[in-house]
């Protein structure tokens, strides 16, 4: 339990020291609001697609294809799970604020804590299976996501938001994993080199707007209370007791499961909010509030879905 806490803590510290970044960026007047437009821009069509490649970049081995099914089959549940307790309970109103917080409780920052937390708890093969629900991430995130947002405008817009780029990067992954032959060097480094920026350029962005972020709202919100309780606790806990009744699943491959929903909410909130005229500063603060309160909270979800599942 304790090894948990440092994990975590340690991975929350490296993301609020790249923050800082952004934030002295802002401060210093290094970055302007049309500098952090193209550098959303280029987490989304570039960092994000690269780091998905890379991740299946490892030998072939058919044992592991029952395991990509079922992390795949639980992502889809645990989807279900905060989208229905996101209908149910904060499906109310329409101001940009409420929209930040519907899309909070359903989207974790699966790829940019869940991941190197599934690394130092899992080591590679947690890294392997820690791809699967960051695919799944963007294809709900960007069809879904997108229309808590925006609407999507007809079969066009869907079709859009489907084949935006880390989802063709998915499936490119996938297919270039059954392959019998790995990516040239050549190609495969400037890859991981460009997926390692994955991390960096959003805690930049979400920096530069940490720099003007007013936490009053959250501190004061109720309803950001039962946003953050939704996201920490009720969507993460409800996804382990349904996993309870999976037995037929590898304990560890629900483990695996649980880390990347059990993660505060996503950075790319902030990102979102940028690209569609959401309000930035606010869902800032959401992801910071949320970020500190994880150094508890994933500790105490991952021991309490270790113990549920080993009954």
């Known amino acids: ?24 960026a802002r401060r210093l007047k290094f970055l302007g609001r049309s500098s952090i437009r ?21 030998p072939f081995d058919p044992a592991k294809l029952p395991g990509l099914g079922w992390m795949f089959a639980m ?25 930040a917080l519907r899309w909070s409780v359903i989207f974790s920052n699966a790829g ?3 991941l190197p937390l599934e690394f130092a708890l899992f080591g590679m093969n947690g890294v392997f299976f ?7 991430w963007n294809l709900v995130g960007w069809t879904y ?35 019998p032959w790995r990516l040239p060097n050549v190609i495969a480094k400037p890859l991981e080199i460009i997926g390692g920026m994955n991390t960096p350029l959003p805690m930049i962005v979400m920096g530069f707007f940490l720099g003007g972020a007013k936490f009053g ?4 919100s109720a309803k950001a209370y039962a946003m953050l309780f939704a996201r920490h606790f009720a969507a993460p806990l409800l996804f382990v007791a349904a996993l309870c009744v999976m037995p037929f699943i590898p304990m560890e491959l629900r483990l695996m499961a649980v880390v990347p929903f059990a993660a505060p909410i996503g950075v790319m909130l902030t990102v ?29 979800v991952i021991g309490l879905a270790r113990l549920l599942l080993s009954l």
């Open 272 to 300: 979102f909010a940028v690209r569609y005229g959401g309000d930035a500063e606010y869902s800032t603060a959401l992801v910071a509030t949320s970020t500190v309160l994880s150094i508890l909270t994933i500790p105490l």
């Open 1 to 24: 339990m304790l090894e948990s806490i440092l994990i975590a803590a340690e991975q929350t510290a490296i993301l609020f020291v790249l923050m800082g970044f952004g934030f002295a």
């Open 145 to 179: 996501g997108v229309s808590i947002f925006r609407p999507l405008e007809g079969r066009k817009d869907l079709i859009k938001g489907i084949l935006n780029p880390a989802n063709v990067a998915s499936v490119l992954a996938l297919v270039l994993f059954f392959l």
């Open 112 to 114: 940019y804590m869940g």
């Open 75 to 99: 992502c889809a549940v645990a989807y279900v799970i905060a989208i229905a307790i996101e209908r149910i309970f904060f499906n109310r109103g329409k101001d940009s604020r409420t929209k």
């Open 217 to 220: 709202p959250v501190l004061r």
């Open 38 to 58: 193209g550098l959303t821009g280029i987490v989304v069509n570039f960092t994000t697609p690269a780091i998905i490649i890379s991740a299946f970049q490892c």
């Open 130 to 136: 820690g791809a699967v629900p960051i695919a799944a």
